[in-house]
């Protein structure tokens, strides 16, 4: 089974504070992303990743940044936290199929992140 | 920009009964659609997945129909269980996913 993994199901951060979520799939996918969930705005695409050391902007990336340095792993760190970051925040990864397709994507736990 | 609606956006049954979810895109140039449960608090669960070329996908009790040139597709959960409430959400790529809002479904036992 693939597995994705979240460095914590619950955080609580300060306004102004460096944050960083951990994203972990054992699968060698090649693509992995970033989004957010909030009530009544559905899921939003931050980030996403083809591939080591490469990265894309979603719909929403104003606010954050992404590292890739291992297939395995895709960071996502908010380098100001602010109130309006409060969300829960989903990673997923999938293969990739020709032509810029993706296959399946398998989601991880989420994180529900508080700032204050 | 592709645009993903769910309809209803809630939904109550008593069980037994079959339940039908909607989904519906702007764009029809897609790779793939997928369906996945959430649980109150939770990640998502993929469900199925239906490639652009094919018309219907089967798991068990859920049946999931595609139809890329009215931009529609259709997922049926057969016999419902008061274990099936969750929000069903569809999404749709290429290459990212697009999300509808879900919809969220009670199963009254």
């Known amino acids: 089974d693939v597995k994705v993994t979240q460095s914590s199901r619950y955080l609580v951060k300060r306004t102004g504070e460096k944050v960083f979520l951990e994203c972990v799939q054992d699968?060698?996918?090649?693509?992995m992303f970033w989004y957010r969930q909030d009530p009544g705005l559905g899921l939003r695409l931050i980030y996403f990743?083809?591939?080591?050391?490469?990265?894309e902007k979603g719909d929403i990336p104003e606010g954050y940044s992404v590292s890739r340095e291992k297939k395995e792993r895709f960071s996502l760190i908010l380098e100001s936290a602010s109130t309006n970051q409060t969300s829960m925040y989903l990673c997923?990864?999938?293969?990739?199929?020709?032509?810029?397709?993706?296959?399946?994507?398998?989601f991880g736990p989420g994180t529900r992140l508080t700032v204050t | 920009k592709q645009e993903v609606t769910q309809i209803p956006a809630a939904l109550s049954v008593p069980e037994g009964e079959n339940l039908v979810l909607n989904c519906s895109f702007t764009?029809?140039?897609?790779?793939?659609l997928q369906w996945f449960r959430q649980d109150p608090g939770k990640g998502l669960t993929s469900l199925l997945l239906?490639?652009?070329?094919?018309r219907e996908q089967t798991s068990g009790r859920l049946n999931a129909s595609l139809d890329k040139s009215s931009g529609r597709s259709t997922l049926y959960i057969a016999a419902s269980q008061p274990g099936d409430s969750a929000t069903y959400l569809c999404?749709?790529?290429?290459?990212?996913?697009?999300f509808g809002a879900g919809t969220t479904v009670t199963v009254r036992a």
């Open positions: 997923a990864s999938s293969l990739s199929v020709g032509a810029g397709g993706i296959y399946e994507q398998y």
């Open positions: 999404a749709v790529s290429p290459p990212e996913l697009s």
């Open positions: 764009d029809s140039a897609i790779y793939n």
């Open positions: 239906i490639q652009s070329s094919q």
């Open positions: 699968m060698d996918h090649e693509n």
């Open positions: 990743s083809y591939d080591v050391k490469m990265k």
